[in-house]
């Protein structure tokens, strides 16, 4: 029987260096042995049988892993946008959308871009006021990453994690009605 407790992180151990794509965060360990789980960055909870951990082969993502994700470049973009910013992302998904942090520079053409988005450098961080909630704007301070073969950078989390942005696939220039596979791919669980 598996070794999980509640709030571990757990990825098919065939996909655990994309943990950030393929992770499942555990609610429930049940006395049978099945576990209660929904995926990273939000969503609904499924069971899962001690026959689907064992087909899966589930394994706790170990805490190097956790510590230091993997950063990778990607283009982003969303529908309200109508062009792709280059970012830095590990793959996780917030309720099934992209995380992007972007460089200052990308930031700020984003920011120039948007009409509703600034940069306040005594915050250093980018201002974001949302028709009908300006009174309590979105505040993306800048923060550090590690990156391999470049070291820190500093990043900003533009509607990460609460907006809907995408992650383009190589070659696209943006929203693609009819390309939904880069936004509904999921894991087959």
Do not use: C
């Amino acid at each position: 029987m598996p070794d999980f407790e509640r709030y571990d992180i757990i990825a098919p151990r065939e996909h655990l260096e994309e943990w950030t794509t393929w992770g499942l965060v555990v609610e429930e360990v049940r006395p049978n042995g099945s576990i209660v789980a929904y995926r990273l960055g939000g969503g609904f909870n499924r069971v899962f049988s001690l026959e689907k951990i064992g087909f899966y082969d589930f394994v706790k993502v170990p805490d190097r892993l956790l510590e230091n994700p993997t950063w990778y470049t990607g283009k982003f973009y969303a529908e309200w946008i109508d062009k792709t910013y280059r970012g830095w992302t590990t793959g996780a998904k917030w309720n099934g959308w992209a995380v992007p942090y972007f460089e200052f520079d990308e930031a700020l053409r984003y920011a120039n871009d948007s009409g509703n988005t600034r940069y306040d450098q005594e915050k250093d961080a980018f201002v974001t006021i949302i028709e009908g909630q300006e009174d309590d704007p979105e505040i993306d301070a800048g923060t550090i990453i590690s990156v391999p073969d470049r070291g820190d950078v500093v990043v900003y989390p533009i509607g990460a994690g609460s907006w809907t942005w995408a992650e383009a696939r190589e070659g696209s220039s943006g929203f693609e009605e009819d390309d939904q596979s880069v936004k509904d791919w999921r894991p087959p669980y």
